[in-house]
C-alpha cells in the first residue's frame, strides 16, 4: 500500500522546504560517480560552493554525509590523541563540538557561555596559550544567535580555526577566507534549501598540510577524499566511494539557483524574513530569546507564552496548517520555540501564514 506524503511548510530549524530546482534535479538521469559527465559535475559544484563559503580553497567539495560528518571530518582531520582543542560553547552544537573532539583523543577546553549570547572571542583567547585548534559555531542553530568568527580568526595565534556555518551558508555572508577560517563545513538542508545528505566542506592548504597523516575514520580521510574530488598528484581521479550522484546534482542545482538570484540578493531576502517575523512575534507580545543584536534572521527563538503548552501548539500547528516548527533544546526543550524561515521559505507569504496559523494555536491548542 502506497503512503500519502503529507505536503508540510517546513518552518522549523531544517530541513526547510527545498528550491524547486533543487528537487527536479533529483530526478535527472542516473550516472556513474567516475563519468566525466558527473565529474564536470562535481567540479561545477565545488567551484559554486567556493563562492558560497568566499574561499579560493582548493580542497572545498561536499563531503557524503549530513553536517554531522562535516563536524566529525572536521576534527578527526586536525585533532590527535593529547592535542588541545579550544571549543566555544554557546549552544548545542558547540557542545556536541566538544564530545566529537574528545572521541578524537583531543585534550578539550570548553569556553562556556550562556544560551542565547554570542562568543567572547577574548575569553576564547584567554583559555589557552598553545591550543592547535581553536572552534565556534557561526550561526547556533539550537539558540538563534550569531557570532563573530573574524573575530576568533583575530587571535588564533597558530591554531587552526573550525568553523560549523550549517545555518549560516547560503543564507548570510560567509567568508571563510577574510574571516581567517581553517576549516569549515555546513549542511544542505537549510539556507541552500536542498535535502538533507551531503555537507558542503572546505579546508584551507595550511590546515591540509597539518593534518593528521591517518585519522581514525577512514571514510572521512580527507587526504583520501582530496584524490577523488581534486585529483591525485598526476592528475585523474581516485576512487575512495561511491558519491551520492543525485544529491550532487541537486545540491548543483540549489547553489546555482542560489547565484542565479544573487548572493547579495539572497542575503536581503533572508534577513527582511526574519526582520518580519521577529517584528510579527513581538506585536503578539512574545518574548525572542536570543540577545538582541546577535539574532539569526534565518533562524528565530522565541519563548513559549506562559500557561502555554509548547507540544500542543506545534501539534496544531502540524495537524491543522502542516506547519512545523522547532522546540528547544536541552532545559529549553519544552519553553522556547526555533522557527526557521530559510531557503525558498524566506519570503513574505511563509512569514504571514506563520504569524496568523501561530496566533490560532496559541489561541486553540
Not at 535527472?28 to 567516475?34: A, E, I, K, R, V
Not at 576534527?75 to 552544537?93: E, R
Request: proline content about 5%.
Amino acid at each position: 500500500m502506497t503512503q500519502i506524503v503529507p505536503v508540510r511548510h517546513l518552518f522549523g530549524p531544517g530541513p526547510c522546504n527545498p528550491y524547486p530546482e533543487a528537487t527536479a534535479a533529483l530526478g535527472l538521469p542516473l550516472l556513474g560517480h567516475l563519468d566525466p559527465a558527473f565529474i564536470a559535475r562535481m567540479d561545477h559544484t565545488c567551484a559554486g560552493l567556493r563562492t558560497l563559503w568566499g574561499t579560493a580553497n582548493a580542497r572545498t567539495l561536499p563531503l557524503s554525509g549530513t553536517g554531522s560528518a562535516g563536524m566529525e571530518a572536521s576534527f578527526v582531520n586536525t585533532v590527535k590523541a593529547g592535542d588541545v582543542a579550544v571549543i566555544a560553547v554557546n549552544g548545542l552544537f558547540g557542545e556536541r563540538m566538544c564530545e566529537v573532539a574528545s572521541r578524537a583523543g583531543a585534550e578539550v577546553v570548553r569556553v562556556d557561555h550562556e544560551y542565547g549570547t554570542p562568543v567572547d572571542a577574548q575569553r576564547v583567547a584567554e583559555a589557552h596559550p598553545n591550543p592547535t585548534v581553536i572552534a565556534a559555531v557561526h550561526a547556533e542553530t539550537s539558540t538563534g544567535v550569531i557570532s563573530d568568527i573574524a573575530a576568533l580568526g583575530a587571535i588564533k595565534g597558530d591554531a587552526l580555526l573550525i568553523m560549523d556555518a550549517v545555518t549560516s551558508i547560503g543564507g548570510m555572508p560567509v567568508l571563510a577566507d577574510e574571516w581567517g577560517v581553517d576549516v569549515a563545513y555546513a549542511g544542505t538542508q537549510k539556507c541552500i534549501g536542498v535535502a538533507p545528505g551531503l555537507s558542503p566542506f572546505t579546508i584551507s592548504d595550511r590546515a591540509f598540510e597539518r593534518r593528521v597523516q591517518k585519522p581514525q575514520s577512514w571514510y572521512l580521510d580527507l587526504g583520501l577524499l582530496g584524490g577523488y574530488a581534486t585529483g591525485a598528484q598526476g592528475g585523474g581521479r581516485t576512487y575512495h566511494h561511491t558519491a551520492p550522484v543525485a544529491m550532487v546534482a541537486s545540491l548543483e542545482a540549489g547553489i546555482d539557483r542560489i547565484l542565479a538570484e544573487g548572493l547579495d540578493n539572497v542575503t536581503t531576502r533572508h534577513q527582511a524574513a526574519g526582520k518580519a517575523l521577529q517584528d510579527g512575534l513581538e506585536e503578539m507580545g512574545l518574548t525572542l530569546f536570543a540577545a538582541e543584536g546577535h539574532r539569526l534572521p534565518q533562524l528565530t527563538t522565541v519563548y513559549v507564552p506562559e500557561g502555554v503548552d509548547s507540544s500542543k501548539v506545534r501539534n496544531y500547528l502540524l495537524e491543522r496548517f502542516n506547519i512545523e516548527i522547532g522546540g528547544g533544546v536541552g532545559k529549553y526543550a519544552g519553553t522556547v520555540w526555533r522557527i526557521g524561515m530559510m531557503g525558498p521559505n524566506a519570503n513574505p507569504a511563509s512569514v504571514a501564514l506563520l504569524l496568523t496559523a501561530l496566533k490560532e494555536a496559541i489561541a486553540k491548542a
